[in-house]
């Protein structure tokens, strides 16, 4: 029965990447808008936390799935490489939500709303390098499909 919905991973990976990738652009339009756009920051920082559970969900799925994977020595590789970089993810956006809860005055500065930005753009620069690895494993190593 449960065989039905294997590999549970693929199911799940979408929601994350999406939420994340479009977290990070709404707030990067909101810090860039004259004046700061607080309503687009606002709802950026909801996505990206979604965004963060999502990621917390793709990785349970994914140490359910990995377990499956035949054990060569490529797949073993990226797979660690691709749980590396799901727990920077972690690390990455966990910080860039609590960064503007401890200082309420983020935005005001000049040179932190950049920093903040830099920060953010690489998240999502870490989610396509997660999702490229993901792909690869699938498409060029055949884990989940042969
Ligand atoms: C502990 C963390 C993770 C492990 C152990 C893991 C493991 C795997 C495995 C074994 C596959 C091959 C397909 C399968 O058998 O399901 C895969 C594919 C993939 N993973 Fe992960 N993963 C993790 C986290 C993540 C996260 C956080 C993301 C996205 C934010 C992600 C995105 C992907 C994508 C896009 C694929 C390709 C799916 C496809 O094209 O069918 N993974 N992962």
């Not at 960064?99 to 309420?104: E, F, G, I, N």
């Not at 989610?127 to 499909?145: K, N, R």
């Amino acid at each position: 029965m449960i065989e039905s919905f294997l590999p549970l991973h693929p199911r799940f990976v979408h929601f994350p990447i999406a939420l994340l990738l479009v977290g990070v652009a709404f707030v990067a339009i909101g810090l860039l808008r004259p004046g700061i756009a607080e309503r687009w920051l606002w709802a950026g920082r909801w996505l990206i936390f979604l965004g963060w559970i999502g990621t917390i969900v793709a990785g349970i799925t994914g140490l359910v799935d990995q377990s499956r994977a035949a054990d060569t020595l490529a797949v073993r590789d990226t797979v660690n490489l691709h749980i590396t970089v799901g727990i920077a993810l972690l690390i990455v956006f966990g910080l860039a939500l609590y960064w503007p809860l401890k200082q309420r005055d983020l935005w005001r500065t000049g040179s932190q709303r950049w920093a903040y930005l830099a920060w953010l753009l690489l998240g999502a620069l870490l989610v396509l390098v997660e999702g490229w690895l993901g792909g690869h494993l699938v498409y060029t190593l055949g884990v989940g499909v042969r």
